[in-house]
């Protein structure tokens, strides 16, 4: 095993900056207990936690990378891009993110009308519960709100039934471009990554054009090992990671102890043949 690429790396994470439900403190002391030794938070078009993480992490003796996952329409859909390595007070990303987060507080109240015709009263003002700020509230904070109420027995099915295309309670947003998210990454010293691209229902010419597009304007990496991957999945885009001449990223993109399929660092390691993207960090 290449020690470079076993290393214990966990580069998505969440906390209650954003839709977790974990302070960055208490990621940082889950992340050191299971064995991670870099790591690094990625709260939704959020950067208000980092400095609060990187202090966490420097008590307990982990590597530190700065990191935020950005919410970005492409082709009709909503995929993420993750940022590894940005200046967390650089100007450009801090505006392009506060623009990103506009407009979440319309959407949400628009959701909960949508529940209200199918029921469900009360859905905004129990979403904000969760989320505490109208800037940050997401579908993750209604699907907590539905299982409160025994409307769902878990998040998972809230999102089956609810808030998404074609059910009660969705209501698209246009967030960002591909291109002023990876510019945003960029200009702040920072490294663009697809955050789990086996989770977009896109075809495999969409996807293919995916990836061309956001090589072209300086991405450089994918997460093979992430949370919603399969094992299969894991085979797949490592080829993709290969075929492209992307580095690989793993993170379990863990949000709660009760939610997440996967813990904070024990995802499977890296394979060997691909080139880790902390490679550039570490």
Not at 25 to 45: I, K, M, S
Not at 134 to 150: C, K, M, N, P, Y
Not at 159 to 174: A, E, Q, S
Not at 226 to 243: C, D, E, F, L
Request: hydrophobic share 40%.
């Amino acid at each position: 095993m290449n020690s470079f690429s076993s290393l214990n790396a966990d580069l998505h994470c969440h906390s209650v900056v954003s839709d977790g439900t974990l302070t960055p403190e208490a990621l940082a002391e889950r992340a050191h207990a299971n064995g991670v030794h870099l790591w690094a938070l990625t709260d939704h078009d959020e950067l208000g936690g980092q400095e609060r993480a990187r202090s966490a992490a420097s008590v307990l003796g982990m590597q530190y990378v700065s990191g935020v996952e950005i919410s970005v329409s492409w082709m009709g859909q909503t995929i993420h891009i993750v940022g590894l390595g940005i200046d967390a007070f650089h100007a450009g990303i801090l505006e392009g993110l506060r623009r990103t987060r506009d407009g979440r507080s319309n959407r949400a109240k628009l959701m909960a009308e949508q529940l209200l015709k199918v029921g469900i009263p009360g859905a905004y003002e129990g979403a904000l519960v969760f989320a505490g700020n109208h800037d940050l509230i997401s579908r993750t904070h209604f699907a907590r709100f539905l299982v409160e109420q025994g409307v769902c027995r878990n998040t998972e099915q809230v999102f089956k039934n609810y808030l998404i295309d074609g059910k009660p309670g969705y209501v698209p947003h246009v967030w960002a471009t591909l291109d002023d998210a990876v510019a945003w990454i960029t200009e702040a010293g920072g490294v663009a990554v697809i955050a789990h691209p086996g989770r977009y229902k896109l075809s495999a010419m969409q996807m293919d054009e995916l990836y061309k597009h956001f090589k072209e304007i300086g991405g450089l990496a994918i997460e093979v090992i992430t949370g919603s991957h399969s094992p299969s999945q894991y085979q797949t885009y490592g080829k993709i990671a290969q075929h492209y001449g992307f580095l690989a990223s793993r993170g379990s993109d863990f949000h709660d102890p009760k939610e997440s399929y996967i813990d904070l660092g024990t995802l499977p390691h890296l394979p060997d043949h691909l080139t880790p993207v902390w490679s550039l960090f570490h």
